[in-house]
Nanobody, 117 residues
Framework: QVQLVESGGGLVQPGESLRLSCATSGFILDKYNMAWYRQAPGRQRESVADITGGPFGGRTNYLDSVRGRFTISRDNAKNTIYLQMNSLKPEDTAVYYC????????WGQGTQVTVSS
């Protein structure tokens, strides 16, 4: 049974950092391109960062608004995906989720990130 468990969110002030983790189970992580998504109140879920898997694993791509501030990474041995978020802004406030790049897995509960002074 596939599980995606996000953690690491919280309430921070603008300019601060957070590191999100996504613990995965039930599938071979290395075989999948993975992504972090976020959904703010009243808005559609959007992909903020993705990272390839397989033999060409490690290639990354970012939403323009987070490029240079966020870094996605993966540790296949630990079955975990990470999102390092620096220089956080109020507009980064959202529930953050991980999933495959095509969103094929059942969504986890997400982790709330709130950026506010």
């Amino acid at each position: 049974q596939v599980q995606l468990v996000e953690s690491g969110g919280g309430l921070v002030q603008p300019g601060e950092s957070l590191r999100l983790s996504c613990a995965t189970s039930g599938f071979i992580l290395d075989k999948y391109n993975m992504a972090w998504y976020r959904q703010a109140p009243g808005r559609q879920r959007e992909s903020v960062a993705d990272i390839t898997g397989g033999p060409f694993g490690g290639r990354t791509n970012y939403l323009d608004s987070v490029r240079g501030r966020f870094t996605i990474s993966r540790d296949n041995a630990k079955n975990t995906i990470y999102l390092q978020m620096n220089s956080l802004k109020p507009e980064d406030t959202a529930v953050y989720y991980c999933n495959s790049f095509s969103g094929v897995f059942k969504w986890g509960q997400g982790t709330q990130v709130t950026v506010s002074s």
